[in-house]
Structures are given as C-alpha cells and as structure tokens.
C-alpha cells in the first residue's frame, strides 16, 4: 500500500539557519506534491505544489525539490525564524482531486 | 480570501448518541473532504464529495456518513457515536481537476465520553 514518511522526531534549529524536511514515499507515482503548514489547534495551510515534471519551486523563503528516482521531497527554510515554529506536512496527489497526507514534522527555531 | 468555518471548535458527545458536523465553504469549490487527524497517524480522509449529492469513501468510511445537499455544506454524521471516534475533525474544500491545494477549516475536536 501506498506509504509517506515525514521525520515523527521534531526538528530544532537555531534561528537564522536553513531548516530542511523530509518527505519519503513507497508504493506510489504521485503526479504532484504540495506541503502543508499546520499550527497547533488549527487546520493546516497550503505552500506550495510541485509537479512531477519539476524538479525544485521556490516562493519567498521556501524552496521546494522533488526527486521522482529517489521517491522524495526535501523541503527548505532559509534564514528561518522563531515564527516559522510549526508542524510542515506533505500530501503527495494523483489523476483524482484526493490528497495523501504525511503524519508531518514539528520544526522548532529557537531564538 | 477562501473562508471554510466548522460548526463546532470542541464538541463532547455520548457514546452512542448521533452527531453532525457541519462544514461550509464560501468560495464555490465543487471538492469537499472530510478528514480526520491523530496522533502518529496524520490525517485520514473520511469522505469526499466532488458535486451536490455526490460522495465517494476514504480510507476510512466505517462508523461514518455525509450529507451533501447545498455545494457549499458538507456534514458528517456518527450515526452513533463510539469512544475510538474521538479525534480532531478537519474540513476542507478545493477546486476540482487536479494540482489545487485544499483549504481547512479550523477543525472540531471530538471527544466521545
């Protein structure tokens, strides 16, 4: 069956460096994915999406790749901050409207 | 903006009572998902709906039903309520044909006593 694994350990980085997250998927040829930001006691919200056909997206701070060989998403923060602190899910999707979700990773930036 | 409200922010229910949780969106998108959240096992879907009337399972439709009258509303029924229902509830809505993100609500957290 179809399986994404995000890093269940959280994340801690200091302020001001790069914060990277994993995205790991079996079992499946999503056509495109997305990653989500989701705090505590709210729904999550969207980022950004990647196509198959694309091999890295950025938009502000964020920078997104996608290795279809690898089976694998890596999601960047650069120049993070206290602020950034949340849960990041990716949701991996196919030729119908329905996402897959990730169990997501807590980032935390310390000051 | 897109705007998806749920009806109730916490909600503490009996075991085998019903349930309804309401769900609207403001923004026209045919797609309405109902998921839930839990510890270690992230979101589920529950139920979609991709038209009025329309509703296709999850991955986990057991204990579950949902209503699709109006393109705007999606509700989701526990016909009777169980203690492993108990969960934070996540709505959300997006535009069909594929590559369109989802828009949450806030979510409900369910507790079944």
């Known amino acids: 069956s179809q399986k994404i694994e995000q890093n269940s350990e959280a994340l801690n980085i200091q302020e001001g460096k790069t914060a990277t997250l994993t995205c790991n998927y079996t079992n499946y040829s999503p056509a495109y994915l997305q990653w989500y930001r989701q705090d505590p006691g709210r729904g999550p919200v969207f980022l950004l999406l990647i196509r198959e056909n694309e091999k890295e997206k950025r938009k502000e701070r964020l920078k997104v790749t996608f290795d279809t060989t690898l089976k694998q998403s890596l999601f960047h923060i650069t120049a993070s901050q206290p602020a950034d602190s949340a849960t990041y899910l990716c949701?991996?999707?196919?030729?119908?409207?329905?996402?897959?979700f990730g169990t997501g990773t807590r980032l935390q930036v310390f000051p | 903006d897109v705007k998806v409200t749920q009806s109730s922010r916490y909600l503490v229910k009996r075991t085998g009572e019903k349930v309804f949780l309401e769900c609207v969106q403001d923004m026209d998108h045919e797609n309405m998902f109902w998921y839930r959240q839990d510890p270690g096992l992230g979101l589920r879907l529950i139920y979609f709906?991709?038209?009025?009337?329309?509703?296709e399972k999850g991955d986990i439709p057991e204990g579950y039903s949902v209503s699709r009258e109006k393109k705007e509303r999606f509700s989701l029924i526990l016909e009777s309520a169980s203690t492993n229902q108990t969960s934070m509830y996540l709505c959300?809505?997006?535009?069909?044909?594929?590559?369109?993100?989802?828009?949450f609500g806030p979510g409900t957290r369910l507790t079944v006593l």
């Open positions: 959300a809505s997006g535009l069909m044909a594929g590559y369109n993100e989802q828009f």
């Open positions: 709906s991709y038209d009025v009337k329309m509703k």
């Open positions: 949701a991996l999707g196919g030729n119908t409207d329905k996402l897959i």
